[in-house]
């Protein structure tokens, strides 16, 4: 891909993401980070993808159509709007992979999916617990011990990224 277009596609993609949280939630509060009920929602996918790509040890097969899941990957679950219309098939069939109806089914049901979606589960996560401030300790780590499981699977599997490095600081239980 050009990097004009590259640039464009991602400029589109991220206002798609914020277009989604902050103007068609399903409830009042997915609009926010629960931290502070203040700082817009789209601030956690937009840093999934970044960080994603951000990975130099990854190739563009999962790079770009990984960005793009991240940066949607919570608009089915917490929005009233569908994925844009001309996300490509690779990016819905991710965003649904990581589509769980709770946390609980997600524990349960994420190590049927791809090797794909446990790498982007791992962007996931740790991005939540960068601002969780708000989970008790029994949330805290029973998230950090899901999220623990993925940074080992994506470290056995992919090596040395940037997210492994990010989540082993964060991923210590209370």
Known sequence: MDPLEFAETLKLSIN???EAHQFNPQKPN???RF???QTPYAIHPI???ITLLTETKLPDEIRIP???ALLWHDILEDTTISLPDDASDTVKQLVQDMTFQNFDDEIEHLWEKSDTVKLLKLYDKTSIL???VWMDKA???KHVEHARKLLDFVMNKYGELNIVNIARVICIPK
């Open 16 to 18: 798609y993401a914020i």
């Open 30 to 32: 997915n609009a926010l």
């Open 35 to 37: 931290w502070d009920m």
């Open 47 to 49: 840093w999934c993808a």
């Open 66 to 68: 990984g960005y793009q």
């Open 130 to 132: 960068l601002d969780a």
């Open 139 to 141: 949330k805290w780590n």
